[in-house]
């Protein structure tokens, strides 16, 4: 699965497709969800996070203030939120990079606003909003994470 578009059409729907996706995701992985404000990134990773068995879905809510969750039943999961990241001085004091160590799933909320370096193999992950209940959702797996047969980590950078 290189790259896949999919169309939702209720929350329950891009929930349900988050299940898939962390049903195949398997540590380490690094999830970039990119999209407006409601595009439904938040309600992906609650799919994803609860595939993993980490936490339940409505344990899982937005990091917004916080900036990340860390949910660790099982399957270590971090759940970052970047939206506010302009109101930090230094962004190097979030350490987020110290996240991408050790056998974890982050999953990054406006990874646009950090460029973040790593080995990981990286999922990027489009939200898009279609019509009223409908969301485009593409899901670009390069590095296979999500295929049977992935080809491992590569090198890469998360800036556009
Ligand atoms: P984000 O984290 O991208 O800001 P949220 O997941 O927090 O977005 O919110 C998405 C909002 O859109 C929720 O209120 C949800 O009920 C609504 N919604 C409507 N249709 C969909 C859909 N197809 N997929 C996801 N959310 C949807
Ligand atoms: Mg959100």
Redesign the pocket.
């Known amino acids: 699965m290189a790259s896949r578009e999919i169309l939702?059409?209720?929350?329950d729907?891009?929930?349900e497709l988050g299940r898939e996706i962390g049903a195949r995701l398997k540590p380490p992985a690094l999830v970039l969800?990119s999209?407006?404000?409601?595009?439904?990134?938040?309600?992906?990773?609650?799919g994803i996070v609860s595939a993993l068995g980490a936490a339940k879905e409505d344990q899982v809510t937005?990091p917004t203030f916080t900036l990340v969750h860390k949910y660790d039943h099982g399957a270590i999961v971090y759940h970052v939120?970047l939206y506010r990241v302009g109101d930090f001085h230094d962004l190097e004091t979030l350490g987020l990079e110290d996240f991408l160590t050790g056998q974890a799933i982050v999953i990054v909320?406006w990874p646009e606003k950090l460029t973040l370096r790593t080995d990981w193999p990286v999922v990027r992950i489009q939200?898009e909003h279609a019509a009223?209940?409908?969301?485009r959702i593409t899901i670009r797996d390069e590095a296979g994470v999500l295929s049977a047969h992935g080809e491992g980590p590569q090198r890469t950078a998360t800036s556009p």
């Open positions: 939702t059409h209720s929350s729907e891009t929930l969800l999209g407006e404000l409601g595009a439904g990134k938040t309600t992906l990773t609650k937005s939120d909320e939200l009223e209940d409908t969301r």
